[in-house]
Every structure is written in C-alpha cells, then in structure tokens.
C-alpha cells in the first residue's frame, strides 16, 4: 500500500511564498480527489488569534472542516518568530500539543507549512527543522528566484542533508515584478550543483487568482 502524501513547506526565508505554494499543493491534492488537509501548528502575525490568516487560507484551499485548534494549535499576533513571541508572552509552546495535533490529522494526505526557515524557534528548545525531522516528512524548499538565493538555497540544502531529511524540491518564487539578470542561470546552478529538482520559476503576478493559478501549474509535477 503506497504512502499518502505528505510534505513540509519551508522557505529560505520568509515572505518567499510558503503559504501560496502550500495552498496549490492542497488544492492539487483536492482536486485529484484525496481530502488533504494543511497543517499551520505556529502562526505568528495574526490581526486575531481567533482568524489567523494562513492557516485559514489552507484550510479553506483543502476544503477541509477540520477546527483550528488543530490545524493551527499555536497562534500569536506579533510578528515575530514563534518562538520569540511565545517568550514575550513569558509562555513556551507546549511540544507535545504540536505532535497531538499532527495525529489528529489521522495520516492522510498533508501539507504542513512552516513559519520562516529553517532555523526560526518555534520554542527555547526546538526550531523548524526539528520540526521537519520529528515529523519525518519530505521538504518541498520555497525560495526566491532573484540575486542570492544561490547561496541561502544552498545553506537550507545543506542544513537538510546533515540530517538526512529528503528534498522533493526547490520552488523559485518571484516576489516582485523587477527583473533580475542573475534569474537566468540560478535554476541551472542549484540543479547542477545540488541534484535536486528545481521548479519554476514562478512569475510574479498581482492578481492572486493568476499567481494561484502559476504556483499550481509549477506544483504539478510532484503531485502523485
């Protein structure tokens, strides 16, 4: 019996377009039929605690009723690393509410996505990717298309690889509408030098119904 799928969207930074590609995945995913389900555990950022808007925007591209408190135990409204928001608070993010509501998620078809990159706290103990490495998923690695992301690709590649966690792909992302002459060869480059699939890159689009619809077309070929 074959695994559903599930992977971990994380960025080389943030604001590089972790929450659209996770919502193309998941509407692939329902698409095709599989009832997935996105999974935010920590939301820094929100306007209200009560409707953060990531999480809210994946499970409404999942079509899923699933609560919140499950697809999003953690939420805090300065925006801010998660961790570094929790301290504010005097509060520490209970791991084992983070790993509860993972298996909550009943082992179906899943697109978890992170907060930041790798190394943003989620805790005083924990940071994204040893989120990443306890839930044992595959990476889908969301990056811009534009001048340095050779080197921050490369050093979120090789923190992954220290700890053997698998790379299904990098996404480059345009995140303005600025060209950028290093965008021609950075494809190239990261696949040459670090045998992983590259995809895209995504054009920047205004209209969020045309940037939805490029980030599903450079999603495809990973689905199942």
Not at 48 to 56: F, I, V
Not at 64 to 84: E, I, Q, T, W, Y
Not at 121 to 142: A, E, G, K, M, W
């Amino acid at each position: 019996m074959s695994r559903p799928f599930q992977i971990f969207v994380t960025g080389t930074d943030t604001g590089v377009g972790k929450t659209q590609a996770s919502r193309a995945l998941l509407s692939l995913l329902s698409d095709a039929g599989l009832s997935p389900q996105g999974f935010k555990p920590y939301e820094s950022g929100c306007a209200s605690l009560r409707a953060p808007a990531d999480a809210l925007s994946l499970r409404e591209a999942a079509g899923s009723s699933l609560p919140l408190d499950v697809l999003c135990p953690h939420r805090f409204r300065l925006p801010v690393a998660p961790g570094v928001a929790a301290a504010r608070l005097g509060r520490e993010p209970d791991w084992k509410t983070t790993l509860a509501a993972w298996r909550q998620l009943k082992g179906g078809p899943a697109v978890v996505e992170g907060a930041g990159g790798l190394f943003v706290p989620l805790d005083s103990r924990h940071d994204v990717i040893d989120l990443i490495q306890t839930l044992r998923l595959p990476v889908l690695l969301v990056a811009r298309a534009g001048l340095g992301t050779l080197n921050h690709t490369a050093l979120s590649l090789q923190a992954l690889a220290a700890r053997r966690i698998p790379v299904r792909a990098v996404l480059l992302s345009r995140s303005t509408s600025n060209r950028d002459v290093s965008e021609r060869d950075n494809r190239a480059l990261l696949q040459a030098r670090h045998g992983v699939p590259v995809l895209g890159p995504v054009p920047f689009e205004p209209d969020a119904r045309r940037r939805h619809a490029a980030f599903r077309r450079a999603l495809r070929p990973l689905m199942p």
